[in-house]
């Protein structure tokens, strides 16, 4: 188990290496550089001005040596400053980590709540009427982009009904009833998406176990087929569904930056498009590679998840 | 060399099936559907200036934020122009912008993973080390952060959401170039003296072409998803020119006044989008029995 993990551990440096790498070049992406985005065209400027400038921004040493000292800042937590605060770049971006980290784990924590049981009566009701209409939820969840489902949601639930604000964040340590109200429509927009997906792997993955031998050992016993479903498959069958649920995590924190702007959420994508707007690139960079980085751990964190529940993981 | 080419043509499986899936297809599964929704679709965005006699970027503030109407189908926005119009106008640069990054991701990722599957070696773990990155990143921020970086425009918005694809497409591709490479037609050709480039033309690539074409058709949908997501965000297509996903941002601000100039937009993606994923599974189920979805 130790070996497993710690294999798995040292797989993803070289992938974090590789994120971090693309993340830097995007910065050399941008038309000019940081220091002509900065000034601007209109600007006049001599041309000694510029080259100090540059050189304030580390960009007339070798590209290699830029992406050593950026790195190396980096992995102790230093993501450079704002071109436009000149604040910390690290310390807003955890500042709004926690906005982010809610709407996700919300979102993560709706779709399990559905798509585990609608995916096992979708199964043992193959054909029948549950079971088409679990296909309508799957193909409608797949279809519909996240940012109208939000404003579906705040159309029907704050508009006509009144029941829930449609924007607004509460910090969850100020208080958390009403920060848990104000976060349900921007979960539910994320949190049906995500159930989509895993619905239809819960399906498939539980169907086959069905059918295999132990499960019709288990019947042939005598077991309810309650029993056989909720003791010796749903394990099982979990297992493909924590790796879908750890790919779809991607677009669960993709669809972050989106819903984080419909609805006003002063997250880590909010941030990022603040950034995008105002050409703030540092702070871009910073809030890709945070979410990016996040995306990797958790990637890591599943593979973990996975031999804890498969036991062939860990000695294959 | 000519005898070795029939030899590949004459050992590759040929579709027998075809006309029997075709109407499995059309007819036994919702393809058919999707594939209704997809021409009406195109149909609309192709023939604009014949079906409406409005024009997409003209103001006309008298009539603005209006219910649906007989003058009006589906109302209008908040500078008095007809929604149904724009939407019809939308779809020419969302399916254009989504059917050109899929084009971008199928040739260079197909590329990229035949070349990786076929040869295998060094060439395999460099290609698949470099599409392990690009699968890092969540897709959709990866797109934003090369429009922040690239700036706005279709090329970029192109450009943007095909590279976010090239990743799955070579998987796809080298996955199925791996299940033929050690087969006796591939072999036979080989030892007749067949060159790669032939090899993989007429042998490989017929057989990765199924799942291939599957792929096509879901990332279709994913793609317009993006482009509509990128527009909602300010990211995509530029004010006037019309498309989905700003027309859904714009009329957000007016939605207690005038829910139709957001809703009708949100449907018209929600419905193509619809489209091409019943395409892909219709395709899937027809093509390749082996990928069918329990």
Redesign the interface.
Known sequence: MLVFLGRRFLLTIPTLFGVALVVFLLMRAIPGDVVTQLVGAEVEISPERLAELRRIFGLDLPIHVQFAQWLGAALQGDLGTSLRTGRSIMGDLLLRFPATLQLSLMSLAIALAMAVPIGIVAARQRGRWPDYLGSVFVLVGLSVPSFFLGILLILLFSLRLGWLPPAGFVPFLEDPLESTRRMILPALSLGLILAAATTRIMRSAMLEILSRDYARTARAKGLSERRVTLTHALRNALIPVVTVVGLQFGSLLGGTVIIEQVFSIPGVGRFALEGINLRDYPVVQGAVLLISGAFVFVNLLVDVMYALIDPRVRYG | MAEATASVARAVPSGGRGAKSLRLFLFRSAGGLGLLLILAAVFGATFAPYLTPYDPVTLNPPARLQGPSAEHLLGTDQLGRDTFTRILYGGRVSLAVAGASVVVALLLGGALGVVAGYYGGWWDTVIM??T???L??????LA????????AGYVNLVLAIGLVYVGPFARVARAAVLTVREELFVEAARALGSRDGRIVWLAVLPSAAAPLIVEVSLRL?YAI?YE??LS????GTQPPTPSW?MM??EG?RF??LQ?WA??AP?LA???V??GF??LGDGLRDALDPRLK??
């Not at chain 2, 934003?144 to 700036?151: E, H, T, V, W």
């Open positions: 080390r470099v392990d990155v690009l890092s990143f969540p897709a959709i921020l934003i952060a090369l429009i922040a970086f690239l700036g949908a998803l509509a997501s909602f965000l300010g990211l996903g859904v941002s957000r939605l207690a829910p957001t809703v949100g993606i929600s419905l989008v619809l994923n019943l979805a329990r």
